[in-house]
């Protein structure tokens, strides 16, 4: 059975910019993507971007190109997504969630439980 | 980008009730769609892939269905725990895109 924990609730300046962890347990860590996802008030989920920690080769959504970094250590079974130049409208629910099959692009069959990143001045 | 629509934006049913909600992608999409179910403050819950394959442990009150660009979703014989939302998910080879999502609430 996959578990994906992540860090804690965040608060943060506009304009700075925010890191979370993902840690994963159980099997497979480095064959399927990690994907992180938000969602904002009352809406929808937003796809980030994603990282197959055994390829090390991040891909991200086009609105969030140049502004995130996503990043992987197989080594601690941990994936990070770092958002820059915060704006309020970052204000949101970060998930992150494993590809259900092994590739970029795939439906999500565990998830972290979540990390409120609250952009403020 | 392929852009997901659903509909309706949130209903009200009963207990016992059918419900049926409808995802509609902007160009076809095959089979490359997913549905989740999420409550309050909670992650989503993987319940269909591949438009009709339920996932394991999803009661088969739920069905999935559809290609191309029309799909849906049908809960039979409401339940107290499937009140929340539902969202559609279209995946594929440049692109991950989710639904508005449908309010299911009780009357």
């Known amino acids: 059975q996959v578990q994906l924990v992540q860090s804690g609730a965040e608060v943060k300046n506009p304009g700075s910019s925010v890191k979370v962890s993902c840690k994963a347990s159980g099997d497979s860590f480095n064959t399927y993507a990690i994907n992180w996802v938000r969602q904002a008030p009352g809406q929808g989920p937003e796809w980030l971007g994603s990282i197959i920690p055994l390829f090390e080769t991040p891909i991200y959504a086009q609105n969030f190109q140049g502004r995130i970094t996503i990043t992987a250590d197989k080594s601690t079974t941990t994936a990070y997504m770092e958002l820059h130049n915060l704006s309020f409208e970052d204000t949101a629910l970060y998930f992150c969630?494993?590809?259900?099959?092994?590739?970029?692009?795939?439906?999500?069959?565990?998830w972290g439980q979540g990390t409120l990143v609250t952009v403020s001045s | 980008d392929i852009q997901m629509t659903q509909s309706p934006s949130s209903l009200s049913a009963s207990f016992g009730d059918r419900v049926t909600i409808t995802c509609r992608a902007s160009q076809s999409i095959g089979t490359w769609l997913a549905w989740y179910q999420q409550k309050p403050g909670k992650a989503p819950k993987l319940l269909v892939r591949?438009?009709?394959i339920l996932e394991s442990g999803v009661p088969s009150r739920f069905n999935g269905f559809g290609s191309e660009t029309d799909f849906t979703l049908t809960i039979r014989d409401l339940q107290p725990d499937d009140f929340a939302t539902y969202y559609c998910?279209?995946?594929?080879?440049?692109?991950?895109?989710f639904g508005p999502g449908t309010k299911v609430d009780l009357k």
């Open positions: 591949m438009a009709s």
């Open positions: 998910q279209h995946y594929s080879d440049d692109s991950i895109t």
């Open positions: 969630a494993r590809g259900g099959v092994r590739g970029s692009y795939s439906y999500f069959d565990f």
